[in-house]
């Protein structure tokens, strides 16, 4: 598989950018998280100032690496398995250790998580790590496997450890995958739906504007008097040009407001 068949990012729709490998898209976002947090909370930030926001922008840009993390499993299973089909009997092994710094049995994880989703590359976005391991062994039961490829829509909550029991349940016979417990986790997790995620952005983007606002704020009330400019007809301009600012700056949070509200309702 060459490409990838997710929707296109802001990125890709750009003109000239023509990557569509969801980790170069996400490590970019994370820079831009980064970037923008550190322009934001500049020198002047202080723990007790903004600590809720300055732990936010983490978050987002841990959210973004540990997307392009899930997806660079996959790509490395890829090129080991490319590496193995060119490899004659037997030296796979010592090339691997040779040339993969984080050894074989890692490479051996990757390899399987991308022969087992190949057909359906989304699945690495919608589990943890540990879980997309479980799910690529061969002692994993074919039956589970195929309702959690052909039922997931979305990222899922669960943990390595339910899986595990879950799995073993089903070869037990003890549940179908049928039974409510396997339904269960095709349920998508809220917070990662398209609609709440535009509310993140939303969010984020208000408080960067009143951030801006408070800062030009700043800068007006700072001004050095010109001794060649009467001081009443240039705290008249000032004041004169502040309001527009500040009318201006209100015409947009409005307009965010109002993009919320809607997101709200379409929930």
């Known amino acids: 598989m060459d490409a990838y068949t997710y929707q296109a990012t802001n990125l890709q729709r750009i003109i000239e950018y023509k990557s569509t ?33 300055y732990l936010e922008s983490i978050k987002n840009e841990l959210r973004h690496r540990s997307r ?52 359906h590359p989304e699945i690495v976005e919608y589990f943890n790590p540990s879980c997309l391991y479980l799910i690529a062994k061969p002692s994993f039961p074919d039956d589970l496997r195929t309702a959690l490829f052909d039922g997931v829509k979305g990222p899922v909550d669960i943990k390595k450890k339910d899986l595990i029991q879950l799995s073993m349940r089903i070869k037990n016979n003890e549940i179908s995958v049928e039974d409510k417990e396997v339904q269960a986790l095709l349920v998508k997790d809220r ?8 509310e993140i952005e939303l969010k984020s983007m208000g408080k960067i504007i009143t951030q801006r606002q408070e800062r030009i704020r700043s800068i007006l009330n700072t001004y050095s008097p010109n001794p060649l400019i009467d ?8 004041y004169e040009k502040q309001e527009i600012l500040e009318k201006g700056f209100g015409v947009i949070k409005s307009e965010i407001r109002i993009m919320l509200d809607e997101l709200s309702n379409e929930k």
Not at 30 to 46: G, L, P, V, Y
Not at 85 to 103: A, M, S, T, V, Y
């Open 21 to 53: 490998e969801p980790a170069l898209a996400s490590t970019f976002e994370a820079k831009r998280e980064r970037d923008s947090r550190q322009e934001i909370f500049d020198s002047s930030f202080k723990i007790n100032q903004g600590k809720e926001d």
């Open 68 to 119: 392009a993390f899930k997806f660079q499993i996959f790509e490395i299973g890829k090129l080991v398995y490319e590496a193995k089909k060119n490899l004659p009997h037997g030296e796979f092994k010592p090339w691997i250790e040779k040339n993969f710094d984080h050894g074989y049995r890692t490479a051996y994880n990757c390899m399987t998580v991308f022969l087992t989703c190949m057909g």
């Open 191 to 198: 917070s990662s739906t398209i609609l709440d995620r535009c």
């Open 231 to 238: 001081e009443n007809d240039l705290n008249d301009m000032m």
